[in-house]
């Protein structure tokens, strides 16, 4: 039933749930709550309370007019994706176990795009066919991601009611006929794919017109006559808010990179080390670093390339760069610079992702130990250095090395394969291997050279970088209090894995036939809230991201004590402290015992040596 697309708050007093709604919320209401304390916070009822109200006779109770318009808004939808024309013969070269499927999403996609008002503003700056073409690969990836659980499920479920259907004849039926039956079983799915599309559309006109709002500008700043767009590459990045990622935008001859938020950063962050430049003449701190065009809420930015170095000096002045921006990082408070995150251009290290300095320090808020105890204490000396920043080995889940200096080649990965068994069809998990590019690491002659034999000169660049940000540690500091109303730093309470594996779940076709079920699931973020999230609520602005796919983000203002969620809705913080104190302190207290123990923690996280014979522990009798 379609009704069953709607969330709880959309329902008011309608209940009509069938009895396999009832029992399939029964169960997944036992194997998701405990207790009702996280239902409490996200419905306002407990388990006993909401199980009455779900399984209660319906008593001709209307939907609210506003969910009536919801469910008629999905009709038209669905009747609009039924009444394109179908491709008239298929693939020959099939992506996707269900590639039909997704074409007609696309199909609905480019209707879509071309029939919208907006249209007419943007269609000056584009080449439409290379535009669309560049666009296909995200919207399938993105469609198959979102559905393929769901119809494996529905396969599944009509072989075991004794259809006679294999694989080839359901794809065929995908790839022809309505699929309105499809999502009346799956009406949560429907309305996902839908505003997943809808989200990009507005993502795609919304960059389309800041570029034509900014021409004049881009011509400036890029040297670029060009006036059309011609490729837009999106899904360079987490999605956030309503499915924003960084995107490759291609005018012309030229690539930029496209932000969906100002890099005043960024700019910081260059600005400082052209300072540190002047101040000291040293060629630790002349980096290569990339044009910005930053607007008040989007940026522009030159594509970096992945040059090879010259000559094996070039390879020495890499790491010795490398190592200054290691003690800049480090003053500056910043995190995630793992190995996407750096492009190697000839001699110089580029830092691409700049929205992680200043980082807020949140791990008061997220423990559970006395403040000042010696193990508190650990955990924040920890949690500052060198160990949070991203360029020493760290590894999620697999062994795959993710740091800003892995030596890696090789990395292990998991998808999906569509296998038949026992009657059925079943996604299976299979690892396999794929070479990392490793643009992080210099090239030379063909070859990429890790830090194992340029230890000599990243210390060199550690240690002459950080006695300066010790010499004027208060010029720095004063710009940054001049420059603290602008900036801002990415806040993550939760590991962006493990919101992606959160997302992964609520895909399962349990959570795709009833946004009820689906809500149960999402109240499960509650459970492990701590004070004063719990009280402020954050929750529900991960629920409002993760509901449309997106991995949810915050951001706080230098100098407030506050959030801004991905949809710009303000979060009071009152006991969490500006990131501004926290790096201003961080800088002030530079120090050689500082420097001394950073130098040690890259040193043993680096560089580890296996002990000697002499040195190793006996083993106990």
Not at 337 to 343: K, L, S, V
Request: charge should be negative; hydrophobic fraction near 40%.
């Amino acid at each position: 039933m379609l009704v069953n697309a709607l969330k709880w708050d959309q329902r008011g007093q309608y209940t009509g749930a069938s009895t396999l709604d009832i029992a399939l919320f029964e169960n997944n209401l036992t194997r998701l709550h405990a207790d009702d304390q996280a239902l409490l916070d996200h419905f306002g009822l407990g388990r006993e309370q909401l199980l009455k109200h779900v399984s209660a006779p319906n008593h001709q109770h209307r939907l609210p007019p506003s969910s009536e318009s919801c469910l008629q808004s999905l009709e038209q939808k669905l009747a609009h994706l039924d009444s394109l024309p179908v491709e008239t013969k298929t693939s020959a070269t099939k992506k996707d176990n269900f590639h039909g499927f997704g074409q007609r999403f696309l199909l609905y996609f480019i209707d879509t795009f071309k029939a919208d008002k907006r249209y007419s503003q943007v269609s000056p700056h584009i080449d439409e066919s290379a535009l669309l073409a560049s666009l296909e690969q995200y919207v399938l990836a993105r469609v198959s991601r979102t559905s393929e659980q769901s119809l494996v499920h529905y396969l599944n479920t009509r072989i075991a009611q004794g259809e006679n259907i294999d694989l080839g004849t359901f794809n065929e039926q995908l790839r022809t006929l309505p699929l309105r039956p499809l999502f009346e079983c799956y009406p949560v799915l429907a309305t996902l794919l839908f505003d997943q599309l809808e989200d990009t559309l507005n993502y795609l006109y919304a960059l389309i017109l800041h570029f034509a709002a900014d021409l004049a500008l881009l011509e400036a700043a890029f040297s670029n006559a060009a006036r059309q767009i011609s490729a837009i590459e999106l899904g360079l990045g987490d999605p956030h808010g309503r499915g924003e990622t960084v995107c490759l935008v291609t005018v012309g001859s030229v690539s930029l990179v496209y932000k969906p938020r100002a890099s005043r950063e960024a700019l910081f962050y260059n600005r400082l080390l052209e300072h540190l430049h002047e101040w000291t003449g040293a060629d630790c701190f002349s980096v290569r670093g990339p044009r910005i065009l930053s607007r008040p809420r989007h940026s522009w930015i030159e594509k970096i390339d992945n040059l090879p170095c010259e000559q094996a000096t070039d390879v020495e002045l890499f790491y010795k760069r490398m190592g200054a921006q290691i003690a800049v990082i480090h003053a500056l408070n910043g995190i995630d610079f793992h190995y996407e995150n750096i492009i190697a251009c000839g001699s110089s290290p580029v830092m691409i992702d700049l929205e992680c300095l200043f980082t807020a320090s949140t791990s008061d808020l997220l423990t559970e130990l006395p403040a000042g105890c010696a193990l508190s204490s650990s955990f924040k000396a920890i949690q500052q250095s060198i160990c949070s920043s991203g360029f020493v080995p760290f590894s999620q889940k697999t062994n795959n090395d993710q740091s800003g200096l892995t030596r890696q080649a090789l990395f292990i990965s998991t998808r999906r394969a569509l296998v038949f068994e026992g009657g059925f069809y079943h996604l299976r998990k299979i690892e396999f291997e794929h070479q990392l590019a490793q643009k992080h690491l210099p090239l030379l002659q063909g070859e990429r050279i890790g830090p194992q034999a340029y230890k000599t000169a990243l210390f060199k660049g550690f240690e002459y970088a950080y006695g300066a940000l010790m010499v004027h540690r208060h010029a720095i500091m004063e710009m940054l209090e001049q420059s603290a109303g602008e900036l801002t730093t990415r806040v993550l309470l939760k590991n962006s894995q493990r919101y992606a594996d959160f997302i992964g779940l609520i895909r399962h076709p349990r959570f795709m036939q009833n946004m009820l079920d689906r809500e149960l699931l999402l109240a499960t973020l509650w459970k492990d809230l701590k004070e004063p999230y719990r009280e402020r609520g954050i929750a529900r602005y991960e629920i409002a991201d993760l509901q449309r796919s997106s991995i949810p983000c915050f951001t706080m203002a230098l100098n407030a004590r506050c959030f801004t969620s991905a949809q710009g809705e303000t979060v009071e913080m009152a006991t969490l402290e500006p990131p501004l104190k926290s790096c201003l302190q961080k800088i002030s207290h530079l120090s050689r015992e500082d420097w001394a123990l950073q130098r040690t923690l890259l040193d043993i996280c680096l560089f580890p040596e296996p002990p000697s014979p002499e040195t190793r522990t006996p083993l106990l009798p």
